[in-house]
């Protein structure tokens, strides 16, 4: 199972993940902050990683990889509907949802005057810390808790809790004969990109396939469009056939 993970900062909850895979691999970490440390913690781990400040960017490098599943991993943007819908997508939360979502949860515990809190693995939807829980792990408050020190004591859990989820979401995959929820709809999938080497490439993987312009950007489908002008790009056209196919929709907007 082909994971790809999403940061914005230190990375620690991605280097758990990272080292204790098995039963799934790293296929990249993006990071929507380029001079995020865990870049180069999964740099110097020998993964793939790529820094893009944009959500519709990010969304192009998904649609070029096309992972099984997509980890939050302290990543602080929420996700567009189309991303969490076209992707399976887990998030992990320091708190025990759907107590505390949102930012600062663990000072939010604190000054509930909570006595336990924890750390929360769900699927992600495009709702703040939302959407169906997996796995929960929860930590008792201690008499003089600071933020800094009950922090500290939940991210030991999510450490574990996060490649446990994982590991469980990859057997379970395995079990319904490996493919995932985003290979399975991929006859439905509809990649957007603005550039068209982009389109090209993504047209050319997916073996046949029709782009066709929809304002400043190509769509990409394998369903065939109903109404022209696209053009369809075949097994065998490769990046540079379909390129000039998809510059020839882009300078006549005819159908071919
Ligand atoms: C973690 O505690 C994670 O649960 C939290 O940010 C921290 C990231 O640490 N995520 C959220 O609050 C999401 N709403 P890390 O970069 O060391 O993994």
Redesign the pocket.
């Known amino acids: 199972m082909r994971v790809c993970v999403l940061?914005s900062?230190?990375?620690?909850?991605?280097e758990s993940l990272i080292r204790n895979a098995d039963g799934y691999t790293i296929e990249a970490v993006i990071s929507n902050k380029p001079d995020a440390a865990?870049l180069r913690v999964a740099d110097g781990l020998g993964v793939r990683c790529m820094a893009e400040p944009s959500l519709d960017g990010i969304r192009d490098m998904m649609d070029g990889m096309r992972p099984d599943l997509v980890c939050m991993?302290?990543f602080m943007r929420i996700l567009p509907a189309d991303l969490t819908e076209r992707y399976r997508v887990m998030?992990?939360?320091?708190s025990l949802l759907p107590q505390y979502p949102g930012l600062r949860?663990v000072e939010q515990a604190l000054n509930d005057g909570a006595t336990s809190s924890g750390?929360t693995v769900h699927f992600a939807d495009s709702g703040v810390?939302t959407g169906k829980i997996i796995a929960q792990a929860a930590v008792q408050v201690a008499p003089g808790d600071t933020s800094d020190t009950l922090a500290a004591r939940i991210?030991e859990w999510?450490h574990r809790l996060y490649p446990e989820a994982v590991r469980w979401y990859a057997a379970r995959l395995a079990a319904e004969g490996g493919e995932g929820p985003a290979v399975r709809g991929r006859d439905r999938q509809m990649i957007r990109t603005a550039e068209p080497e982009r389109a090209a490439s993504h047209a050319a993987e997916m073996g046949v396939a029709y782009v066709r312009r929809d304002g400043d950007s190509y769509m990409i489908s394998a369903e065939k469009p109903t109404v022209p002008p696209y053009v369809a790009v075949v097994p065998g056209d490769g990046v540079g056939l379909a390129l000039e196919r998809v510059r020839r929709l882009a300078a006549t907007d005819g159908s071919a």
């Not at 900062?9 to 991605?14: A, D, F, K, T, V």
């Open positions: 940061i900062g230190r990375g620690s909850n991605m865990g991993a302290g998030n992990i939360h320091p949860a750390c810390d991210l999510e």
